[in-house]
């Protein structure tokens, strides 16, 4: 007989002889439940009839099938045939099985379930019958449950129940059956599938309890039976193969019904709650709801929306089931369990703590050979063998020479000292200060600031993670390893265009040591580094997007990046985005992923993304540009980011004459075309970020051409990938002519470009251009630090020039992002007050110190300016310098306090303010005191730069402003009481939960996929 769907391990014919004696004593009674199961019934049928001690009789039920179920039951001839309505369960059909049975006396009757998917091996019920006679008090005996098409995978060999109602099976997920677990002995519960239970046990429990539904029900079958005083027992030699076709939902249906997931979910927690003493009753409820919060997250985490859904309302259905868990609990006895039947709670604990390394182990080799797929796996050729074998690799050898001149580069910047950039910012040790100054309202930078914090900032503070937290470590770790990360990123973004090894790590050669980038490196400029390592994956990511919603969040986390570098590259992105919605005319889903990027990139980076597109001026301001002069439109066709820079543009000809060469191979023209494109695009923004920067007076900050570069420069050698090919034949042509000499020339032409950067970069860039360490100027030097008052320090010093450099510090050196919300309103009233007091050619009785909030002066040691200063009346000199680590710092008599009251303008009223609120930069800053009513009007000032966000009111009203680029306040005639001045700047924090909320949709959608749905937690797939 030919069964359908019959497995390859299923041989009917086989002959297996009898290893056992089979006591008299036993009755057996198999009872087969059918429910659309035709399509596993008759190798079900085909195994019960081959069993070497054969069932006594078997009787088959079928719950109302709309398959060929009942006609396979017949075809076989049961001893009763019952068919029952599609709202019966699975202990009804029991039951009524069990209702046509008559009693043989002077045996033990048994009933064996067979579920329609299911086939024992022949010697199953003669291995539970010997388990039966082993343990006499046994009123349930399990058997070992395998996988249906693979008999080496092993899935249940008894279960058990969690703390949070979850299943237990003590296995690892794909564990193989290697007969560690052949042993027989009490177990908590044993499967129903292939179950043997004596009759009276099932007529005295009452079968399955109403309340659960399928799932479970073996469990609180077999916990009743202990309470009972009954064993159960497992019997592993007793095999049987499973499909768990419910539990998989691949079984017929007839109908809608509810997801296997929410099914034992909801069970579990019924079980585990009826077993819970009424008085942990709470403690029990408590940790169900937050397990199931956080197993919900964590599906949802894993972007498996319908269990994340299944589990909140299985946890909130459980828990809201009170009548449900009082029926059960009425139905379970006093016993307790034998010692070691349920596993303890660290026994838990450490099993889900191995499932948890070893699926993180999993998905890191996953990722390894997604990432490298011909690499040497140390298990199969030794470690040792495989460690060889990698770093014989041309991307090894890169990896190895870029490390070098990374480590070489940023030489100045490994030691002791306050890492220090080319443009004179002390990068900070503290990832706490980057997230301050990003979350701050107001900025203590200069006169203060209300603009949006920079977003490279928290970018950093959260790369810093990754060097304990220290992002000036952070920053040199990129500088010197950045060269190598972009030329790996490079190397496997090329993967899918070039087949050939070699040629890609020669591209990538030429991409991580261009000037561009290794020019980044030196100066520690770490956003272009960055940028550069996320450009190439960009590209990748934006091509599948049109496909994938997950490489859209990836897509749109990478152009947050580049857009924090460069605001214009929305400007790029969305001349691109035109482009294709035209010219390409992409489905619905393509578009809608598309305009997404954009989309995301935008809302990632609020609110500095929504101050930066109302101020077209910032478009293209590069982050921590440090260079005068603005940048030339056409360097960046050369690779070059701004004219400072010491490498000639000539040594890129070659690469353009070889990309524009490109053209003309007409085999890969199209790729070439696509390229050029972009390459005119990209020039056609650096043109107007120019024309911006040279001649509109709203334009801020300072021109650089970096990503613009970095883009052509990627773009170009994707035009020599579009022709490696004909390069390679050309050079391995035997015959020698003109075409290898031409192609070898201009190979070494385009190889010199990289071996020029790292010459004029690396070895004739002056140590002041680099990143580099200097002596740290600690808050114990500059004394305004320490005091209550937190006054100014006026940081002066001499330029090669000849002039005056004047900085503002206020309570801390400028630091990491601090240039890009420096605005430059009123910079020339500064300039005029600093210039007044140095020169003493103020006309005015106050000191022009005094709107600058400015108590100390600090000169370095042997500069010229510090005989000036020293000439000056109303100074204390706190400190004279005597060594390189040391300022000449003075102490201005007359400032007193950043908030003070002056009686026209002109005279000040020595009036000291209380500080009621200035520490945590996070929360509005206050300030505030007592006026007393005098007959003039007074001015109230405060030592910041204007803002609207500055309140000042007088017993609750509002003050009236009169300030230009300082806030002042006009205080009537006559006016006293209680003043407040205050910060009110809370919209920021709205923008900014929006912003994360943004982040962790992109960072959801992105997060690896869960590979196994909940139905495989019973069964893997082979």
């Known amino acids: 007989m030919t069964h359908d769907f019959a497995p390859e391990w299923w041989r009917e014919d086989e002959d297996v002889e009898s290893t056992a004696p089979i006591e008299i004593n036993h009755h057996v009674t198999a009872i087969v439940v059918s429910r659309n199961g035709a399509r596993w019934l008759p190798v079900s049928l085909a195994a019960l009839e081959a069993q070497t001690r054969a069932a006594d009789s078997w009787v088959g039920v079928d719950i109302e099938s709309i398959d060929d179920s009942v006609a396979v039951l017949k075809q076989h001839r049961p001893a009763d045939l019952i068919e029952l309505p599609l709202s019966a369960t699975q202990s009804d059909a029991i039951d009524a099985a069990v209702a046509t049975l008559d009693d043989v006396p002077n045996t033990v009757q048994w009933l064996w379930l067979i579920h329609d998917d299911s086939a024992a091996e022949p010697q199953a019920l003669e291995h539970l019958l010997k388990v039966a006679n082993e343990y006499p008090h046994a009123a349930v005996i399990g058997s070992k449950v395998l996988d249906w098409s693979d008999a080496s995978h092993v899935i249940e060999v008894g279960t058990?129940?969690?703390?949070?109602?979850?299943?237990?099976?003590?296995?690892?997920?794909?564990?193989?059956?290697?007969?560690?677990?052949?042993?027989?002995?009490?177990?908590?519960?044993?499967?129903?599938?292939?179950?043997?239970?004596?009759?009276?046990?099932?007529?005295?429990?009452?079968?399955?309890?109403?309340?659960?539904?399928?799932?479970?029900?073996?469990?609180?079958?077999?916990?009743?039976?202990?309470?009972?005083?009954?064993?159960?027992?497992?019997?592993?030699?007793?095999?049987?193969?499973?499909?768990?076709?419910?539990?998989?939902?691949?079984?017929?249906?007839?109908?809608?019904?509810?997801?296997?997931?929410?099914?034992?979910?909801?069970a579990g927690i019924l079980v585990i709650l009826s077993q819970t003493p009424k008085r942990w009753l709470w403690a029990r409820w408590l940790l169900i709801a937050l397990a199931g919060l956080a197993r919900g997250a964590g599906y949802l985490a894993v972007q498996?929306?319908?269990?994340?859904?299944?589990?909140?309302?299985?946890?909130?259905?459980?828990?809201?089931?009170?009548?449900?868990?009082?029926?059960?609990?009425?139905?379970?006895?006093?016993?307790?369990?034998?010692?070691g039947v349920r596993p303890t709670l660290k026994e838990q604990v450490v099993h889900a703590s191995t499932e948890l390394a070893e699926s993180v182990q999993e998905n890191y080799q996953r990722g390894l050979d997604a990432l490298l797929p011909n690499r040497a796996h140390?298990?199969?050729?030794?470690?040792?063998?495989?460690?060889?074998?990698?770093?014989?690799?041309?991307?090894?050898?890169?990896?190895?020479?870029?490390?070098?001149?990374?480590?070489?580069?940023?030489?100045?910047?490994?030691?002791?000292?306050?890492?220090?950039?080319?443009?004179?910012?002390?990068?900070?040790?503290?990832?706490?200060?980057?997230?301050?100054?990003?979350?701050?309202?107001?900025?203590?930078v200069g006169l203060g600031t209300g603009d949006p914090s920079h977003p490279m900032q928290a970018l950093i503070a959260v790369f810093s993670y990754l060097t304990f937290q220290n992002p000036a470590l952070f920053v040199l770790t990129v500088s010197t390893f950045g060269m190598w990360w972009a030329a790996a990123s490079m190397h496997l973004a090329l993967r899918s265009l070039l087949p050939h090894s070699a040629t890609r790590v020669w591209l990538a050669a030429l991409y991580s040591l261009s000037p561009v980038v290794v020019e980044s490196a030196v100066s520690g400029n770490v956003a272009v580094v960055l940028s550069a390592i996320a450009l190439p994956p960009t590209v990748v990511l934006l091509r599948h997007a049109q496909t994938s919603w997950r490489a859209a969040a990836g897509a749109a986390l990478l152009i947050s990046i580049l857009c924090a570098t460069w605001p214009a590259t929305w400007v790029l992105l969305a001349l691109g985005l035109i482009f294709f919605l035209v010219s390409v005319?992409?489905?619905?889903?393509?578009?809608?992923?598309?305009?997404?990027?954009?989309?995301?990139?935008?809302?990632?980076?609020?609110?500095?993304?929504?101050?930066?597109?109302?101020?077209?001026?910032?478009?293209?301001?590069?982050?921590?540009?440090?260079?005068?002069?603005?940048?030339?439109?056409?360097?960046?066709?050369?690779g070059k980011g701004a004219p400072d820079s010491p490498q000639p543009w000539w040594w890129a000809a070659g690469l353009v004459f070889v990309a524009a060469a490109s053209l003309s191979d007409s085999r890969n023209r199209g790729l070439s075309q696509q390229a050029w494109r972009v390459i005119r695009i990209a020039l056609l923004v650096a043109l107007v970020a120019q024309v911006t920067m040279s001649y509109v007076a709203s334009a801020t900050g300072k021109l650089r051409l970096d990503l613009p570069a970095l883009i052509i420069s990627a773009a170009m050698l994707l035009c020599l990938a579009s022709s490696a090919a004909t390069v390679r034949v050309r050079l391995n042509r035997s015959a020698f002519g003109w075409r290898q000499v031409s192609t070898a020339l201009a190979t070494i032409a385009v190889t010199a470009l990289p071996l020029s950067g790292l010459y004029f970069n690396v070895w004739q860039r002056a140590d002041v251009d680099r990143l580099h360490r200097a002596p740290e100027i600690s808050a114990a030097t500059l004394r305004g630090y320490t005091e209550p008052l937190n006054l100014r320090t006026l940081m002066l010093s001499t330029d090669e020039a000849g002039l005056v450099v004047a900085d503002l510090?206020?309570?801390?050196?400028?630091?990491?992002?601090?240039?890009?919300?420096?605005?430059?309103?009123?910079?020339?009233?500064?300039?005029?007050?600093?210039?007044?007091?140095?020169?003493?050619?103020?006309?005015?009785?106050?000191?022009?110190?005094?709107?600058?909030?400015?108590?100390?002066?600090?000169?370095?040691?042997?500069?010229p300016l510090a005989l000036r200063i020293a000439s000056i009346g109303n100074l204390t000199r706190l400190m004279t310098a005597r060594s390189d680590q040391l300022l000449n710092v003075w102490r201005v008599v007359e400032v007193e306090n950043k908030l003070f009251i002056s009686d026209d303008g002109s005279t000040v009223s020595p009036v000291i303010f209380d500080e009621i609120d200035n520490t945590e930069l996070k929360t509005p800053l206050t300030f505030g005191g007592t006026l007393d009513a005098v007959k003039y009007e007074r001015i109230v000032t405060l030592a910041a730069r204007s803002d609207s966000a500055w309140v000042a009111s007088l017993n609750g009203d509002e003050l009236e402003r009169v300030g230009s680029f300082i806030n002042k306040w006009k205080v009537p005639k006559n006016a006293e009481g209680i003043l407040t001045v205050s910060l009110n700047k809370s919209s920021r924090s709205d923008w900014l939960l929006f912003a994360g909320f943004s982040m962790v949709t992109a960072l959801l959608v992105l997060a690896p996929r869960r590979r196994n749905t909940y139905r495989d937690e019973w069964l893997v797939e082979s």
């Open 809 to 863: 510090l206020d309570q801390r050196p400028l630091t990491f992002g601090d240039s890009e919300v420096m605005s430059a309103e009123g910079d020339s009233e500064i300039s005029a007050a600093i210039a007044a007091w140095l020169t003493g050619s103020s006309t005015d009785e106050k000191n022009p110190l005094y709107d600058l909030g400015v108590g100390y002066i600090a000169v370095p040691v042997r500069d």
């Open 585 to 638: 005319r992409p489905s619905r889903g393509a578009a809608a992923r598309m305009i997404m990027v954009f989309v995301w990139s935008l809302t990632i980076l609020m609110p500095w993304s929504i101050d930066v597109l109302v101020n077209p001026g910032s478009w293209f301001a590069q982050f921590a540009a440090s260079n005068v002069r603005p940048a030339s439109a056409w360097m960046a066709l050369f």
């Open 378 to 444: 140390g298990a199969d050729v030794g470690y040792f063998q495989a460690l060889l074998a990698a770093l014989k690799r041309p991307g090894s050898i890169l990896g190895l020479v870029s490390v070098i001149f990374g480590i070489f580069a940023t030489r100045n910047a490994w030691g002791s000292g306050q890492l220090v950039s080319p443009s004179g910012v002390v990068l900070p040790t503290s990832a706490d200060a980057l997230w301050t100054e990003y979350l701050s309202s107001w900025h203590l």
């Open 160 to 266: 058990s129940i969690t703390a949070i109602g979850t299943r237990y099976t003590g296995l690892e997920r794909g564990e193989r059956d290697q007969g560690q677990h052949d042993v027989s002995g009490p177990v908590h519960a044993a499967s129903n599938v292939g179950m043997l239970i004596r009759r009276d046990v099932w007529t005295s429990l009452g079968g399955f309890s109403p309340e659960l539904s399928h799932f479970r029900t073996d469990l609180d079958l077999c916990w009743r039976a202990w309470s009972m005083g009954n064993e159960v027992v497992l019997a592993p030699a007793a095999r049987i193969r499973h499909v768990a076709a419910t539990a998989r939902s691949v079984r017929k249906k007839e109908k809608a019904s509810a997801s296997p997931h929410y099914v034992d979910r909801r």
């Open 304 to 339: 498996d929306l319908t269990s994340a859904r299944d589990e909140w309302r299985a946890t909130v259905s459980g828990l809201a089931s009170g009548r449900a868990v009082r029926r059960l609990r009425a139905r379970y006895g006093t016993a307790g369990l034998l010692p």
